[in-house]
T-cell receptor, first 112, second 109 residues
Framework: DAGVTQSPTHLIKTRGQQVTLRCSPI?????VSWYQQVLGQGPQFIFQ???????GRGNFPDRFSARQFPNYSSELNVNALLLGDSALYLC???????????FGSGTRLTVV | KNQVEQSPQSLIILEGKNCTLQ??????????LRWYKQDTGRGPVSLTI?????NTKSNGRYTATLDADTKQSSLHITASQLSDSASYIC????????FGTGTSLTVIP
């Protein structure tokens, strides 16, 4: 079985641009969460979706948005990129909203 | 305030030696505690998970302990290998997931 897959693996954007990151959960998993991990720090929670509905939101500005599709895949959108948005963006999936999460390998976003 | 603190922040040990990483938390309510290993540039990989009633859980050379009374956990690595070099993150699950900032472990030959 494929694990959690994220795309792209690496991305370079300029300030002010918009970016869309994609995540495909493990087959059968209905919950997807997004995390931002700045170099040298632990992941910070951004969003959780379960059954296509937002179940949780971290302390991130409205420039960050996400959605979950009927096939349970998910997209994370970030508008008006700032240099500080440069980070590893991790997606994690789980069967239920509180189950053990499996992480993807992440998308490395660099904003220049 | 719900927090997860890990120590030490970084650690360098010789190959073959043992080490212990610490995690203290103030999360309430408490559901479970996980230790993850994260290689540079990759997503975290779960090593162990413990609920309130469990106080020891092993996964190969990794042994995690949990004291729910003092809200402390430790991850003991036995006979370290070069491939153990990574960040080790403690994650406590309550109403949501709370991440520690991790311990960076470097194993040198």
């Amino acid at each position: 079985d494929a694990g959690v897959t994220q795309s792209p693996t690496h991305l370079i954007k300029t300030r002010g641009q918009q970016v869309t990151l994609r995540c495909s959960p493990i087959s059968g998993h209905k919950s997807v969460s997004w995390y931002q991990q700045v170099l040298g720090q632990g992941p910070q929670f951004i969003f959780q979706y379960y059954e296509k509905e937002e179940r949780g939101r971290g302390n991130f500005p409205d420039r960050f948005s996400a959605r979950q599709f009927p096939n349970y895949s998910s997209e994370l959108n970030v508008n008006a990129l700032l240099l500080g948005d440069s980070a590893l963006y991790l997606c994690a999936s789980s069967w239920g909203p509180f189950g053990g999460y499996t992480f993807g390998s992440g998308t490395r976003l660099t904003v220049v | 305030k719900n927090q997860v603190e890990q120590s030490p922040q970084s650690l360098i040990i010789l190959e073959g030696k043992n080490c212990t990483l610490q995690c203290n938390y103030t999360v309430s309510p408490f559901s479970n505690l996980r230790w993850y290993k994260q290689d540079t540039g990759r997503g975290p990989v779960s090593l162990t998970i413990m609920t309130f009633s469990e106080n020891t859980k092993s996964n190969g050379r990794y042994t995690a302990t949990l004291d729910a009374d003092t809200k402390q956990s430790s991850l003991h690595i036995t006979a370290s290998q070069l491939s153990d070099s990574a960040s080790y993150i403690c994650v406590v699950s309550g109403n949501q997931f709370y991440f520690g900032t991790g311990t960076s472990l470097t194993v040198i030959p």
